[in-house]
Nanobody, 113 residues
Framework: QVQLVESGGGSVQAGGSLRLSCQAF????????MSWYRQAPGKERELVSV???????TYADSVKGRFAISRDNAKNTVYLQMNSLKPEDTAMYYC???????WGQGTQVTVSS
């Protein structure tokens, strides 16, 4: 069993920053690889970033250079630092395990122009 608890969403102006957090509880195998997704109204859910247990990271082209994924294993937490936010970043953001297909409830990010 895996439970993910997300926080850090909010409303910011374009150019601002937010840091999302996802605290995970459960089987270590399930949380070895972690990811962030986002979904805007009327659009498909898209993969934003992935971080593996060894620290390797991957980013969608749309966020490269602006977002950074990291983790603190002692706190069982994954972060998504979002800088230079754009209105098109507005979406519900979800964290997800890769191996066990568990999702958090999501946290809303709204970026105004």
């Amino acid at each position: 069993q895996v439970q993910l608890v997300e926080s850090g969403g909010g409303s910011v102006q374009a150019g601002g920053s937010l840091r999302l957090s996802c605290q995970a509880f459960g089987y270590t195998y399930c949380t070895y690889d972690m990811s962030w997704y986002r979904q805007a109204p009327g659009k498909e859910r898209e993969l934003v970033s992935v971080i593996q247990g060894d620290g390797d990271t991957t980013y969608a082209d749309s966020v490269k250079g602006r977002f950074a994924i990291s983790r603190d294993n002692a706190k069982n937490t994954v972060y998504l630092q979002m800088n230079s936010l754009k209105p098109e970043d507005t979406a519900m953001y979800y964290c997800k395990t890769v191996r066990c297909h568990s999702w958090g409830q999501g946290t809303q990010v709204t970026v105004s122009s």
